[in-house]
């Protein structure tokens, strides 16, 4: 399968090239960088930097580990390319958001603000603990890396979300944002972020009652976790029909804890 990684120069671009090279199954044939880049003129694995209008061999697949800014030109080429794009790039504001469910009805796309195994069934795990503890204060902490230009993390409101979904609320109605000061409103979902050093990933949702408090962890260490799960998302899509899919698709843990439930 050919493979073009979308924002080959990054640290997530160069981990997925990585583990490309470690893959029986799947090739890099593009690795695609902004006009600006300054790595055109450079290869990587034996394949030269190149902006996406530069591209002349359409790949079976785009894996997009860019920037928001970036978004709507790459997903406008999916569509003329009829591609199949894994889309990963966090920071997307609603409209972006929009953009992605229109693009969807028209070629396969996955989106995934994690695409570690264990955030996919996190996800699922805090929609039942939100359901479960229904008058718990939910909080998540999220910390990564210095350069990180996003926050909270997409993973962050990508549980918040599920916290909310879990009690049957919109998101944007039960969100706090960033706590900063002011007594904590019942009902709310607040959001702690930390910046620091090379660290790669870590997520903490709290459920926290009068006596007692749950709290769920997840922590990552090596970005070869994330560019794994993309290649696994990529592998998947290319069978899939237009449509929007998010790795619980693949996974498909929801019947698994469906089954666990009521047996
Ligand atoms: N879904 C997941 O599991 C994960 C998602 N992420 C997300 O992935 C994104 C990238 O993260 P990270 O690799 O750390 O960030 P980096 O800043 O290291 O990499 C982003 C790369 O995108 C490239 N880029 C910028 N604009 C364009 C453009 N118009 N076209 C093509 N490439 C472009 C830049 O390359 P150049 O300047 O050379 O053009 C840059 O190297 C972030 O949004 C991050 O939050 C990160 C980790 C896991
Ligand atoms: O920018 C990162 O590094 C990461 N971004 C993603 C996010 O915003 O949730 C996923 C991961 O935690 C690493």
Redesign the pocket.
Known sequence: MKVAV??????????VIAALQNSATMELTAA?????????GKSVAGVN?Q??AQLEQTPDVFID??????LT??LNYAIEKQTPMVV????LDASQRQQLQQAAKQVPLLY?????VG?ALLEQLVALSAAALSDADIEIFEAH?K????GP???ALALGEAAASGRQQSFDEVSAGVRSDGERQQGSIGFSVLRAADIV?EHQVMLAQEGERLELNHRVSD?KI?AE??LRAANWLVEQPKGLYHMKDILALQQSLHRLLNS
Not at 33 to 40: D, F, G, I, T
Not at 65 to 70: N, V
Not at 147 to 150: A, I, L, S, V
């Open positions: 979308i924002g080959a120069s990054g640290r997530m671009g160069q981990a695609i960088v902004s006009e600006q880049s300054n790595s055109l930097y902006t996406l580990f860019s920037l928001p800014q970036a030109a790459n990963c790039t966090t920071g995934a603000r994690n695409t570690s955030i890396h350069y990180k230009k996003d993390s997409g993973t990933g970005r994330f799960g993309a």
